[in-house]
């Protein structure tokens, strides 16, 4: 069995939950602190979570068929943990750091990145993605595919964020934060468990966003851990909450808090968000090799936009926010799709030497002047 259901009595009552599966706002016990934060969203802010969950389901559909039509080399879906991501993504500030694995495409595209960056990306049209230091990209780190590795990255730079005086000063609009996201699987990593100690030990301000979505490719949580993940970053004397993932509205609320604690100073603290990743690992595999019917139509019910969607209703939404909600998701696709199959199809091989340093190294050039050669003596014949 995979799923909330696991969790146990005891577990079961620390869950933070606002939203039930059917949209009725139903705090859970845990979730009562958090009651007045999420009360006073507007409803624009509402719909906007919606909409953001809506248009990236759309992106992600389209990516995947992008794929299979032999336009990406690979493609990790995000079908299914549209509210864990957005949630946590609006709750942070625009001084805010944000360190994405590599499945996080609404996180990227609310902060600012186009979403093209991602599919070129994949495409192996490009060695990162995008700048991270372009403002126009929000403070997003690159997509990171070595599991765990961003944990690291993420953990430096909020070190670097005491070290620097740029959190607990007492000013909410200056001090900084840094949120980084990862998997169940990556949990397991050395690297995830050696950034909490530094985190920890440096009191930096830094959110660990796991995301749980039950399966590390085909290998279940149960075989990971005996025991719920969020208490392993506890371990490490760092505040933590297990939170529905497919919940948006406990996500923003619980992730809003733990950002505004880091950036104030008061040290790293750790979300475990309970998710489920309804399609494949990546395009490369085949969950219905390891996965039951049964266990994946339990999560159907359980959707996130299904959820978000009954509860606006309950508010008043109309019909006409709906579709247009929908067509502007359709329109993301659309325009990607476009974008995508219109751009290059090669990269250029000097490009690897590019971003490598800072400033000019004389081993970048003397590489460069040997991959040169090299491929000209292709073109004499030489070789």
Not at 12 to 40: C, H, K, N, W
Not at 156 to 172: I, S
Not at 345 to 368: C, G, K, M
Request: charged share 25%; glycine share 8%.
């Amino acid at each position: 069995m995979t799923g909330l259901e696991e969790t146990g009595t005891h577990d079961d009552q620390e869950l933070v939950r606002l939203l039930d599966a059917d949209g009725s706002f139903a705090p859970t016990p845990a979730a009562e602190r958090y009651r007045g934060i999420a009360e006073a969203l507007s409803d624009a802010e509402l719909e906007q979570f919606y909409r953001d969950m809506v248009s990236i389901r759309a992106f992600d559909r389209q990516a995947t068929n992008l794929q299979r039509q032999g336009q990406l080399a690979l493609w990790p879906p995000s079908w299914g943990q549209e509210a864990a991501q957005v949630g946590s993504v609006r709750a942070a500030r625009a001084q805010d750091h944000l360190f994405p694995s590599y499945r996080e495409h609404v996180v990227a595209r609310v902060r600012g990145v186009d979403p093209l960056h991602i599919l070129r990306l994949m495409r192996g049209l490009t060695h990162g993605g995008w700048n991270p230091f372009d403002p126009a990209n929000g403070n997003t780190h690159l997509y990171t595919l070595v599991l765990g590795a961003q944990t690291l990255h993420a953990t430096g730079l909020a070190m670097g964020l005491v070290f620097d005086g740029k959190c607990g000063t007492g000013d909410p609009e200056r001090d900084e934060a840094v949120i980084v996201y990862y998997g169940d699987g990556a949990s397991s990593q050395g690297d995830v468990h050696e950034s909490m100690v530094y985190a920890a030990s440096f009191n930096a301000p830094e959110v660990f966003f796991l995301q749980n979505n039950q399966w590390a490719i085909s290998v279940p949580v149960s075989t990971q851990s005996r025991s719920p993940l969020y208490r392993r970053s506890a371990g490490y004397g760092i505040p933590s909450i297990r939170i529905d993932g497919n919940d948006v509205l406990a996500s923003y609320v619980v992730s809003k808090v733990a950002l505004d604690e880091a950036r104030a100073g008061g040290g790293p603290r750790a979300v475990e968000a309970m998710t489920y990743r309804m399609g494949a690992h990546t395009t490369s595999d085949d969950p219905t090799k390891y996965r039951t019917s049964a266990e994946e139509q339990s999560w159907v019910a359980r959707d996130p936009i299904v959820r978000m969607r009954a509860f606006l209703e309950s508010r008043g939404a109309s019909q006409a926010f709906f579709d247009d909600a929908e067509a502007e998701g359709q329109a993301l696709a659309d325009d990607i799709r476009v974008r995508t199959t219109d751009s290059a199809t090669t990269l250029d091989p000097a490009q690897i030497f590019a971003n490598v340093y800072s400033e000019p190294h004389p081993r970048i050039d003397e590489q460069r002047e040997w991959l040169a050669a090299y491929e000209a003596s292709f073109e004499e014949g030489a070789s």
